[in-house]
């Protein structure tokens, strides 16, 4: 074991099992699973995405480019997951991932020694010959050698949830300067959000032994979270992300809720909150980059805070042979400490020649450069530019830290250069974001609490709170101190981006070829486009395309951060959305009715509606549904129509509303009468149709298509508000309180006399077609009574309060067996319809115009009313514009589809002879073959000519006859019965 | 420089020194014979028609930011043409045959890769839907095959055909259709026409236009007054401010479309697949990211970035229609600005003042139509007449009512 | 993107449905002999500002009022939200339809 006794910040009592690549390992609570498995003397654990060269634990945080691993089994594998943030668990299953054959013997490392070929943009220059090999050979090979871990293929058997929360002030980072904001703000009486990443609050304290107010760090953190903990107004969120800021203040965040513990049971595993905060403070710490020396990638190459960490955290003992390569301060800080806790520290380098070394006992070179890197899974020794030979088997590195200023990029702020500090600080951030501590390019404890100190002061009055006493804090902390970027003296290969494989040299080409800018660079270099966005590597890359260019780094710029800060599971942006909670079921009143006699019911929009109703015996759709039309047709149907929009429309001036939102006339509708409307959009399309009635002189009924109510209402209330504002009109939706039935066919007066109550007179003389009004039935429900027919029968659509949908229909169908009366679904509703030639959804489909449809001679010219003005456009409103007419196959036992399209007999089937398409099928029972309705060019002209009906996609060619649209009944003398 | 297998080979035994700039760096002249604004994607397919196939070489192409930064670097990289309407087809069909030999003709590898696109239905109506555009299709000489329940299940088995709240009933499908490495399209572009003389001149932004009794006759930029027998605005997304110099106020709104792309995976998904019940299209990189996107964030916007409900909203038609991808993880998110035009469809025609042209209201469909558009774009400068293919992409179409309306949503463009 | 609300206080954009450009209220009256011109330009050209866009959103999961948000389309931020009647009895001189 590579542990050291009496330090750390783990339970040692409480033992965790996992497995790595199938060897079984132990680790204790408090660990992730890079300190166990570096407890466990495992530096290797994965191959890099190009060159597949060996990568071992890099970082101890979410920055972590190497240490990707694949976690878990079966449905439950995770793909690149950071060994660094994995908080260990019992029964942990990590495998590595990326490599073919054992992780020590990658079969792919061959990709290394061909890198001279593989250099940057290589593939933009080959494998295009010959054409066909792209995607048969090439394609498939890169392929399958890229991409790093895998997915199971199977669901993803996790539940996710989301929530949404409001503070007035969200802290993003518990380090430092995050719990002094929390403290000032909680004690101040503001409503605080405070988040990290990390299941152990207090960020880099953790890993330090710094003193604040003489105590230890470690227990400042302990003192403050308990105090904090006692606030009723401040919510601690550890193991939570904030990933991404947005506009007004809304940030979006990711809580892991349990480890994988409790992947079987069905509480969530990770939650995704959307946090609304009217404040924000980013304390999001620093990262440390790395130094460019040759084969500077090898396993146990870490960064210096980071061995620090794992050293005083997870009480680690990174190797037997430590050197540290420093350019600054912090370097030395992880001596001191490795130092102190035994381990043994062979050398210090530091770049900087005119430093005094902070401490004395360790051997330390100044001015010094580490140029090349010995060792085959793990570095074994270093060479320096002074030719020393160092025998090390851990190497700590710190170049330099780089605040975590992403979240202020992302509504596009550019971070600015730091000369002092060698680091990129926030440029313009979100509209009330404020920055503290390291992740604003303030490096030593003092001149963080000061400045934090100073900035809540300012957030807490503009929130209008009252800043009590100021909390003194003093730390131990030196002002910190870092060399400049220096040109990198290696001969051999230099990584810059770890994960993807990026070197100085493919760099040099870019910029060779003319790819100087820093975003093309990016691309053609895919420096910082892997996954941890660069977080270590964009910086260093800068640096060296300085250098190359021979400009200061600020006049290269920088690419921007984009959401989210780390990666976030689709899964867990999709939430509980998904399988049947995709969306919301609408249920008609008689649904459940419906479910009783077996209904098979369809998807429209969210709606279930009853397709048809099956009976026992019925071995096919089409035999239930011709046997509903049949019996509708021969006696009388019932059919729910709840789902088609309903509006009342109320006021002095409906009548000329209805006038401006319809295309045809409705100001002379008479008090009891219906009107079929068709309106239009203001661009002269067709939009919706249904009916109107009107109850009283100031009071009107809509009704809407099922797939436009909702879109209808909004136009309408648009119309009202911002076009008419000074017309007495109201508008209520009452889709949802009125249950409607359509009940049809040449029985339906007689078996509605049976429900209406007594004196209400439906006769054809005194009920006639097109009439409308209220009654009541099963003794005093008020109900609305329309005598309008979709079916072209004797039909009448009755409205009655929802709630007494379910008993009606019980009754009804009581009262209707004297009648043989029949449910019937959408499938018959269609089947009808087309007998009759109404158009419906797949003939509105927002292309066609009134003239398009038949109903040209409707559109009112005179008026003023949406859409009447541009319908009258040259190349809309011509003769030879497609109509909708009939089609009926010359030979009666084929079937006509619908999606076909229309050739004139004896012309070749293509594009230029493409006359128009068939856009609704049905086979009628009436008349015992199959029929269709559909546009062709001033079809209204060609009645009884015969054209193709082509469907190219099945190969098949019909012989059609135009007809009217009218097959069954065209006078219409059954609906007027 | 011809790029090859074998100069790979030799250049890697020398150190890879000998590469030289894929483009010059050149200084604006005074004058052009044709200038075109906006070195994206179209842009420079323009300037590469036009001196590869037009013979006009004396053209410069002005960039205000960095070559290829505008939507030809931030989208989802989807190439197809299975469009409906007659003015569509074969506009996307010709840009389809261009992709296939783009390689070759520009000696520059932007992996075009005809994976096939999926289109999946879930109700009869759609279906219908769908058939009339497979025949659309197939009249115009493209490919396409509608797939039943089980061919689908056969090609896709991890979409969600047991739990779906709305159920997998079938696909149209291209196989012709695939996918291409965005940036890399630019940068071919960008190489072929530099070799013939093309000057592509970066972080140059045009301030305005040099108009004469309505005649354009040069643009002014950031780098002095430069003029040219014709000025070709290219700058979707930017076209009404670039336009509005001109006093010319046009029939787009610009809008934000974000698109997202996973962490590398090991290969898992073969075709380019569109969910057809709500906002959700995918496929996946030969990096090995899972490449996605769905709607417009649906209000006016040059930010480039989006916000949260679209996002989720996508991710939820992802799980809807393939939960195998719930432990993906998204890894980053980023948006264009689309000239979303009226009725969904782009424009290259001139405008009423002589010597001034206009590309642009390419909506979110520009990336598949960047060689065509290109290409047409050019064959509209070199002859002043329309090419056959793009005859309906008129600036006046709404005043005559010659709409070109895919999806039947009328003049409100973030329905497109 | 959060929407302040006249009456009912800050609400998440998610409640509204979005329209467009704010000179969308101002569709002018079909009067003979018609102007097509007119009707084109109105229902068809756009300012398209880059910058402070007036601009229509219909409080749909809400109150169903139609609103003019004064909206910056490169920054996202909110100057301004009154209703759309406000909005319009504060423009009179342009109203040829009330």
Not at chain 1, 448 to 473: A, D, Q
Not at chain 1, 849 to 866: E, F, P, Q, R
Not at chain 2, 268 to 275: C, G, K, R, S
Request: charged share 25%.
């Amino acid at each position: 074991m590579f542990r050291l006794e009496n330090r750390g910040l783990i339970n040692r009592e409480k033992r965790l099992n996992f497995s790595f690549n199938g060897k079984k390992l132990h680790g204790y609570e408090g660990d992730t699973l890079a300190s166990a498995l570096l407890a466990n003397g495992n530096h290797l654990v994965g191959r890099s995405f190009k060159y597949h060269r060996p990568r071992g634990i890099f970082s101890s945080g979410s920055e972590e480019p190497s240490a990707l691993i694949q976690l878990g089994l079966g449905a439950n594998t995770e793909p690149n997951i950071r060994a660094t943030t994995i908080q260990l668990f019992n029964d942990l299953v990590a495998n590595s991932q990326n490599h073919f054959g054992p992780l020590e013997w990658d079969f792919m490392r061959v990709n290394d020694f061909l890198s001279p070929f593989l250099s940057a943009g290589f593939y933009y220059k080959t494998f295009m010959w010959p054409k066909s090999f792209w995607e048969k050979i090439y394609e498939p090979i890169i392929r399958k050698a890229a991409g790093l871990g895998k997915l199971s293929g199977e669901p993803d058997p996790s539940t996710y949830d989301k929530g949404f929360l409001h503070c007035d002030l969200l802290i993003i980072g518990a380090g430092p300067s995050g719990l002094l904001s929390a403290l000032m703000a909680a004690r101040g009486g503001a409503k605080v959000i405070i988040a990290d990443e990390d299941f152990l609050l207090g960020g880099s304290l953790n890993g330090d032994h710094t003193q604040i107010n003489n105590d230890t760090g470690v227990n400042w953190v302990k003192k403050t979270i308990e105090e904090l903990i006692s606030f009723k107004n401040v919510r601690l969120m550890p193991k939570t992300t904030i990933y991404g800021a947005f506009d007004h203040g809304i940030f979006g965040a990711l809580e892991i809720k349990t480890n994988f513990d409790r992947i079987k049971s069905d509480k969530p595993r990770q939650v995704l909150w959307r946090i609304y905060a009217k404040q924000s403070v980013l304390c999001s710490g620093s990262s440390e980059r790395s130094l460019l020396f040759g084969n500077n990638d090898r396993p146990a190459i870490m960064l210096s805070r980071s061995v620090r960490q794992y050293c005083n955290r997870w009480g680690i003992i990174p190797g037997k042979k430590i050197s540290i390569y420093t350019n600054n301060d912090d370097g030395w800080i992880t001596a001191k400490d490795l130092k102190e806790a035994g381990c043994n520290v062979v050398m210090v380098i530091d770049e900087r020649p005119d430093i005094i070394a902070p401490i004395k006992n360790v051997d330390y070179r100044l001015g010094k450069k580490v140029v090349e890197t010995k060792g085959s899974l793990r570095i074994s020794s270093i060479r320096l530019d002074d030719g020393t030979k160092v025998e090390t088997d851990c190497l700590a590195v710190s170049g330099g830290f780089n605040p975590n200023v992403h979240l202020t990029c992302h509504e596009r702020g550019r971070p600015q250069w730091q000369e002092k500090n060698q680091c990129f600080i926030p440029g313009k951030t979100p509209k009330g974001m404020e920055v503290v501590g390291a992740a604003s390019g303030v490096f030593d404890l003092n001149s963080i609490f000061e400045e934090t100190t100073l900035k809540m002061k300012k957030i807490l009055s503009y929130l209008g709170y009252k800043h009590r006493k100021v909390i003194k804090l003093t730390a131990d902390h030196k002002p910190y101190n870092v060399s400049a970027f220096s040109k990198s003296l290696a001969k051999g290969k230099v990584w810059i981006d770890l994960q993807n494989d990026v070197t100085i040299k493919d760099i040099k080409i870019a910029v060779q070829e003319g790819f100087h800018s820093v975003e093309l660079l990016k691309r053609y270099t895919t420096l910082g486009m892997a996954t941890d966005q660069g977080k270590t590597s964009n910086v260093l890359g800068l640096s060296v395309l300085s250098i190359l260019k021979n400009k200061p780094i600020e006049e290269v710029g920088t690419t921007i951060y984009r959401p989210p800060f780390t990666p976030v599971p689709i899964g867990a942006f999709a939430g509980r959305s998904r399988g049947k909670h995709f969306k919301p079921f609408r249920l008609t009143p008689s649904h459940q009715w419906a479910e009783q006699r077996n209904a098979v019911f369809v998807e429209t929009g969210n709606w279930l509606r009853a397709q048809w109703f099956p009976l026992a015996g019925e071995r096919t759709w089409r035999e239930s549904v011709d046997r509903e039309v049949l019996q509708t047709r021969e006696s009388v149907g019932i059919c729910d129509v709840t789902t088609l929009g309903k509006i009342d429309i109320k006021g002095r001036d409906a009548g000329a509303f209805l006038n401006f939102v319809y295309a045809n006339n409705f100001g002379k509708l008479a008090v009891g009468k219906v009107r079929y409307g068709l309106m239009l959009r203001d661009d002269g399309i067709a939009f919706d149709d249904g009916t109107t009635a009107r109850f009283s002189e100031d009071h009107f009924v809509m009704t809407t298509t099922t797939a436009n109510a909702v879109t209808v209402f909004r136009h309408l209330e648009f119309c009202r508000q911002c076009l008419k504002p000074a017309w007495d009109v109201h508008l209520l939706s009452t889709t949802d309180h009125w249950a409607q039935f359509a009940i049809a066919g040449p029985n339906s007066r007689a078996l509605l006399s049976e429900i209406l109550d007594p004196k209400i007179d439906i006769s054809n003389e005194s009920f006639p077609f097109m009439a409308c009004g209220k009654v009541s039935i099963f003794n005093g429900i008020e109900a609305r009574l329309f005598r309008i027919s979709f079916s072209g029968e004797l039909a009448y659509e009755l409205a009655l309060p929802r709630r007494y949908a379910s008993s009606f229909m019980e009754h009804i169908f009581e009262i209707g067996k004297k009648f043989n009366l029949v449910p019937y679904g959408t499938e018959a509703l269609g089947v009808m319809r087309i007998e009759k030639g109404h158009a419906a959804g797949n003939e509105l489909n927002g292309q066609t115009t009134a003239n398009n449809l038949g109903l040209g001679k409707m559109v009112s010219k005179l008026n003023d009313c949406i859409g009447n003005t541009m319908s009258e456009r040259e190349k809309i409103d011509g003769e030879a514009v497609l109509k909708l007419v009939g089609f009926a196959p010359t030979n009666k036992m084929q079937s006509l589809v619908a999606g076909s399209h229309f050739i004139s007999k004896g012309k070749p089937a293509k594009l230029a002879n493409d006359e128009g398409w068939m856009s609704s099928v049905a086979f009628s029972p009436m008349l015992n073959k199959s029929i269709g309705l559909g546009f062709i060019k001033a079809g209204d002209q060609r009645f009884g000519e015969k054209v193709d009906s082509v469907n190219p996609l099945n190969k098949e060619v019909i012989e059609v006859e135009i007809t009217s649209p009218h097959f069954f009944d065209p006078k219409g003398d059954r609906l007027r019965g | 420089m011809k790029y090859s297998a074998a100069k790979i080979f030799l250049e890697g035994l020398f150190g890879n020194r000998g590469w030289g700039k894929a483009w010059r760096e050149p200084e604006p002249k005074k004058n052009y014979d044709v200038i075109i604004i906006g070195g994206g994607g179209h842009g420079l397919s323009t300037a590469y028609y036009l001196s590869n196939v037009y013979n006009i070489r004396n053209v410069a192409v002005l960039e205000k930011g960095w070559l290829g930064s505008g939507n030809i670097g931030r989208n989802t990289t989807i190439i197809r043409s299975n469009y409906l309407l007659p003015e569509n087809e074969p506009f996307y069909e010709f840009s389809l045959k261009l992709w296939e030999g783009l390689e070759q003709d520009t000696n520059y590898n932007s992996m075009v890769s005809q994976r096939g696109v999926i289109n999946i239905f879930h109700s009869d109506p759609q279906r219908d839907a769908f058939v009339r555009r497979g025949n659309a299709m197939l009249l115009s000489g493209a490919d396409a095959d509608l797939l039943d329940e089980n061919a689908l299940r056969k090609l896709c088995p991890y979409l969600d055909f047991e739990n779906a709240r709305f159920p997998v009933k079938g696909a149209l499908m291209q196989k012709r259709g695939g996918t291409v490495r965005h940036d890399a399209v630019a940068w071919g572009y960008a190489r072929g026409a530099d070799m013939k003389g093309v000057d592509i001149i970066q972080n140059c932004n045009v301030e305005g236009f040099i108009i004469k009794n309505g005649v354009c006759s040069g643009v002014r930029t950031s780098k002095g007054d430069i003029r040219a027998k014709k000025v070709a605005s290219c700058v979707a997304g930017s076209s009404s401010q670039v336009m509005s110099t001109a006093g010319i106020r046009l029939p787009i709104e610009s809008h934000v479309l974000q698109a997202f792309v996973s962490e590398g995976l090991k290969p898992i998904l073969d075709n380019v697949i569109t969910f057809g019940a709500g906002h959700f299209y995918v496929s996946q990189s030969d990096k090995g990211g899972l490449v996605f996107g769905g709607d417009l964030d649906g209000y006016n916007s040059y930010a480039q970035r989006g916000n949260l409900p679209v996002v989720e909203d996508v991710c939820e038609g992802g799980m809807a229609i393939m939960p195998m991808i719930g432990r993906a993880r998204l890894l980053r998110m980023w948006g264009g600005v689309m000239d979303m035009s009226m009725d969904g469809s782009p424009f290259i025609d001139r405008t009423h003042i002589d010597g001034l042209y206009f590309n642009g209201g390419w909506c979110y469909g520009g990336f598949k139509a960047t060689p065509a558009s290109g290409y047409c774009y050019a064959h509209l400068l070199a002859t002043d007449s329309p090419h056959p293919v793009a005859r309906g992409y008129k600036l006046d179409r709404f005043r005559t009512g010659s709409l070109i309306d895919e999806k039947g949503v009328g003049a409100q463009p973030n329905l497109h | 993107m959060i929407i302040p609300h006249p009456h009912l206080g800050p609400r998440d954009a998610c409640e509204f449905v979005y329209k467009g450009d704010a000179e969308l209220v101002f569709r002018p009256e079909r009067v003979a002999p018609v102007d097509y011109d007119t009707f084109h330009n109105y229902l068809y050209l756009r300012q398209n500002p880059a910058g402070a866009h007036k601009e229509l959103w219909y409080h749909e999961y809400g109150d169903r009022s139609w609103l003019v948000v004064t909206r910056n389309t490169q920054t996202h931020e909110i100057l301004k939200v009154e209703f759309a009647s406000e909005y319009l009895s504060g423009q009179k001189d342009r109203k040829s339809n009330v």
